[in-house]
């Protein structure tokens, strides 16, 4: 079992910038792939952003690319996710999930989520 735990979320205008934390405990960090997925009101939850075990390999969702990354520290048991430039649209819950494959990146284990609002 992962546990995971998100941080960072709230509210802010369109064009600024948020940084998401997830804390992970339980079983070995380093082990995982790490990914961010989001749900907005009224739409299936879609693929953010994953990053590989070593933090070596990443990919983003086109929507995303660009404005944010994803990085992690094996030493805090920490994936972050650095929002910039965000828009209206970003606006949805963020979760934090743990895989044991990067390629395929589904999320074995997730956190509660946390909110992101982005006003116009």
């Known amino acids: 079992q992962v546990q995971l735990v998100e941080s960072g979320g709230g509210l802010v205008q369109a064009g600024g910038s948020l940084r998401l934390s997830c804390a992970a405990s339980g079983r070995t960090f380093s082990r995982y792939a790490m990914g961010w997925l989001r749900q907005a009101p009224g739409k299936e939850r879609e693929f953010v952003a994953a990053i590989s075990w070593s933090g070596k390999l990443t990919y983003y969702a086109d929507s995303v690319k660009g404005r944010f990354t994803i990085s992690r520290d094996n030493a805090k048991s920490t994936v972050y996710l650095q929002m910039n430039s965000l828009k209206p649209e970003d606006t949805a819950v963020y979760y934090c999930?743990?895989?044991?494959?990067?390629?395929?990146?589904?999320?074995?284990?997730w956190g509660q989520g946390t909110q992101v609002t982005v006003s116009s």
């Open positions: 999930a743990a895989d044991a494959r990067y390629e395929g990146f589904k999320g074995d284990y």
